[in-house]
T-cell receptor
């Protein structure tokens, strides 16, 4: 199993450009998450999904959109990039949510810079 | 919004020393998770706690779920250089929103 994979690993955007961060997991997990991590800070939840076709906002959703058309994929879209979106983005997945066996597995991250 | 505060913010210790760090919340949590993040990598789960008062070990790591359900502690015994990294507490609160703590950066001096 590859686990959770993310592409690209690095990206530089100009203000106002758009891009999609890709995330794929091969563990057949129902739950997937997108986090951002600013320098020296903890992770903040952007969006999450409890299954194909179902998504919900996390703590910091503004400026982002997600979709979940398949169990495996959970892309994150930035429509109008702003410098405040410069961050490292992590995708994660888990089999369950809030149960005694819940563990989130993280991808390697995408480092995004908006200039 | 919800904040999980971790202390200390950073630690510099000698190899072989024991380490203690804690995490506090303004609201009750159902589960406490402790993650370690190496530079340039995603967080990796170390220990999971599911019941108030629970004490769980994973090798040299021991973590406890506070009785009030608003705090948790992580101890590392006999630290080694590969313990270097940032340690995060995390978990879902009673509203099922998932939060990460502010992190404790650990440096181990050989």
């Amino acid at each position: 199993n590859a686990g959770v994979t993310q592409t690209p690993k690095f990206r530089i955007l100009k203000i106002g450009q758009s891009m999609t961060l890709q995330c794929t997991q091969d563990m057949n997990h129902n739950y997937m998450y997108w986090y951002r991590q600013d320098p020296g800070m903890g992770l903040k939840l952007i969006y999450y999904s409890v299954g194909a076709g179902i998504t919900d906002k996390g703590e910091v959703p503004n400026g982002y959109n997600v979709s979940r058309s398949t169990t495996e994929d959970f892309p994150l879209r930035l429509e109008l990039a702003a410098p405040s979106q410069t961050s490292v983005y992590f995708c994660a997945s888990s089999r369950t949510w809030g149960s005694s066996t819940d563990t989130q597995y993280f991808g390697p991250g995408t480092r995004l810079t908006v200039l | 919004g919800q904040q999980l505060n971790q202390s200390p913010q950073s630690m510099f210790i000698q190899e072989g020393e024991d380490v203690s760090m804690n995490c506090t919340s303004s609201s009750i949590f159902n589960t406490w998770l402790w993650y370690k993040q190496d530079p340039g990598e995603g967080p990796v789960l170390l220990i999971a706690l599911y019941k108030a008062g629970e004490l769980t070990s994973n090798g040299r790591l021991t973590a406890q779920f506070g009785i009030t359900r608003k705090d948790s502690f992580l101890n590392i015994s006999a630290s080694i250089p590969s313990d270097v990294g940032i340690y995060f507490c995390a978990g879902p609160n009673t509203g099922n929103q998932f939060y990460f703590g502010t992190g404790t950066s650990l440096t181990v001096i050989p």
